[in-house]
Each structure stands twice: as C-alpha cells, then as structure tokens.
C-alpha cells in the first residue's frame, strides 16, 4: 500500500497519527491530499460540525474546553480544529489553547489542532473544509471550528458548519457595534459570555434587539445565551441549543443549502483544475513569458490575452468566459 492509502485507512481507523499526518499534508501539499481527500469523501457526512465565532478574547476557546468536556460527559467523541490568523505557531494565544486544551488531548476520544494562514486567497478555507472532513471520515462524532469572526478571517464558516455559534463578551464597548454588523447574519446562536461582568444583561438586550430587527418570522430565531465559560456556567443550556438547531436544520431546507454549497465548491474545484494546468503549460512553453512581454508592450491586453488562450483550449464550451 503506498503512503496515501496508509494514511486513508489509518484515518477511517480513527489513528490520531494519521488524522494529524492528513491534515499537515493538507496545509502542505494541497495537490497530494486532495487524492486522500477523495478516498476519505464516502465516509464524511455523519460529523455534527459546529461553527465557534467572535473576537478575539470573547472566550470561545474557553468555552469550547467546556463544551468538550460535557461531549465527552455524554460519550460523544470530538475533533477541533482552531483556525487564527492572528497567530501561527509562535502566538501566545495558540500556545495558551494547546495546554488548556491537553488536558483533553490525553483522552483518544479528542483531536486538537490548530491551523494558521499559511497561503492566501481561499487557501485556509478549503485547508479548514477538507481537515473538518478528515475528522469525520475519522469516525469524531462532532467537529469543532474556532475561527474569529466578522470579517477578520477569510474562512466562511457558515459554508463548513452546521451550526454557527457566534461569542460576544460584556465590555467591548464600541467594538460590539462593529463587529455587529458583520456577525449578525451568520449566527445561529448567540452567546455572551463572561456574564459575571456587570454589563452582561445589556449586551443580551442589545443583540436581542438587533435580531428582532432582522428575524423574519417562521425561518429560525437565534437565541441569546449567557455564559460564564471560565466557571462553566451555561454551557449544558448552550448545548441544548446547538441540539435544537440541528433538529431544525434535519426539518428545514437542510438539503437545499447543502447543493448550493457543493455546487460552490465543484466550481471551485474546477476553477483550481483548470487554471493549475493552463497556467503551467502556459510557463513550461514559455508562452506566459512571451505574452506577459506583449500586454506590458501594450500589444495586447489580459482580457484580450485571456481570451485567445482560452478560445482554443476551451473547445466545445459554449458559455463566453
Ligand atoms: N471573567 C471571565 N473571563 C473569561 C471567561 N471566559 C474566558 N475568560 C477569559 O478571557 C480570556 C480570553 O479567553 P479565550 O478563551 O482565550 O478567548 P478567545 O480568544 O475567544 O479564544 C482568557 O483570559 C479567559 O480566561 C468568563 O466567563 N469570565
Ligand atoms: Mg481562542
């Protein structure tokens, strides 16, 4: 067996070895694992995932170490995957993670990981996707993404999660407006924690307000919850929460959403496919070279220039590019 079939049944075997093996291959050599990912693909699908957003220092670290502990209290086996551009692997933020969270490390039953930006421009997003995947091939009940919120990360995770739950703390003043108006459409819930500060009572009334100014009726009304997440407080309520949205989305247009994002990631994956092989021919023959030289000649333009090449390798398709 070579090293990719190794490391496809080590992860359906659920090897922790493996899993971490896959997902390094998927920060490092998109092409390579794109071939475990394939062979992975049947056997995803079963994974609850769910989405952990907000700025930094809301919390949400901190209470994904609570939400594991009470997963693992009911024998669900879980997978996280924390992604923060902020910090790679010096960060302080991503060191005081990893111990906090090896106390669950130890257990099988937990995978942790942390994922940094390493290339841009959908890079980590589909890193993100395809890593998620590799948690649910790998037989984890439920996947964790900690990502930060509202717009700070190139990472969409409405199109990987579930259920997207958003943390806000008491106290970040003026920020909360900010990140207001970006966070507001992707939560499927809504937490403020550190509700043993002072102020916790008006951030609820605050953001129950902006979501009664936007919930059209019948579709889902996110909900508030406090939580205090440094002592554990609200989490088994968070939990039941995550649980009914997922009753929800099991009974409502779940299917519908699910085509769109795979119509989306096909096109992407065509995308990838196309330009990887027009782009490299185009520099082995030195073509790239030769018209790069023509356009800043002025003898042509990029759209021009796109449009001669593909005109002859796209033969058959009828839709104008
Ligand atoms: N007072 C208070 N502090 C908290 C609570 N939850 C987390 N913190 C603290 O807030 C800081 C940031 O927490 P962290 O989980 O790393 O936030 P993240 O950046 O959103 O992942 C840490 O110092 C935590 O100990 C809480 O419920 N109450
Ligand atoms: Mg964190």
């Known amino acids: 067996m070579n090293h990719n079939g190794q490391l496809v049944e080590g992860v359906l075997k659920g090897d922790r070895r493996s899993i971490a093996r896959t997902i390094t291959l998927i920060e490092n050599n998109p092409s390579e694992a794109r071939k475990v990912i394939s062979k992975l693909y049947s056997h995803t699908g079963k994974a609850q995932i769910i989405g952990i957003t907000g700025p930094t220092g809301s919390g949400k670290s901190t209470l994904i170490e609570r939400l594991v502990k009470e997963l693992r209290r009911k024998g669900k086996s879980v997978g996280i995957i924390a992604v923060d551009p902020s910090s790679p692997f010096t960060g302080g933020a991503f060191l005081g993670d990893r111990i906090r969270m090896q106390k669950h490390s130890i257990d099988g039953k937990v995978f942790i990981r942390s994922m940094a930006t390493r290339n841009s421009s959908g890079g980590l997003a589909r890193a993100t996707r395809d890593a998620v995947r590799v948690l649910d091939a790998s037989g984890k009940e439920v996947a964790i993404v900690e990502t930060v919120g509202a717009g700070q990360s190139e990472v969409d995770i409405r199109k990987i999660a579930h259920t997207v739950v958003v943390v806000l703390a008491p106290g970040l003043g003026d920020d909360i407006q900010a990140i207001k108006a970006g966070i507001m459409e992707i939560g499927d819930i809504f937490v403020v924690n550190k509700a043993d500060r002072e102020n916790a009572d008006a951030s609820v009334i605050d953001i129950e307000t902006t979501i009664n100014m936007s919930w059209e009726k019948k579709k ?35 299917d519908k959403q699910r085509r769109q994002d795979v119509e989306t990631e096909l096109a992407e994956a065509i995308k990838q496919k196309t330009t990887d092989s027009i782009i490299g021919e185009l520099k082995r023959t030195g073509e790239l070279e030769e018209l790069i030289g023509k356009i800043l000649a002025k003898k042509t333009d990029p759209y021009s220039a796109a449009d001669t090449l593909l005109k002859e390798r796209l033969k058959g398709f009828k839709t104008r590019t």
Not at 222 to 250: C, D, F, Q, R, W
């Open 220 to 254: 889902w009304r996110p909900p508030v919850i406090k939580t205090t997440a440094a002592k554990g407080e609200g989490t088994t309520e968070l939990l039941n929460h995550i649980s009914l949205h997922m009753k929800y989305l099991e009974n409502e247009g779940f």
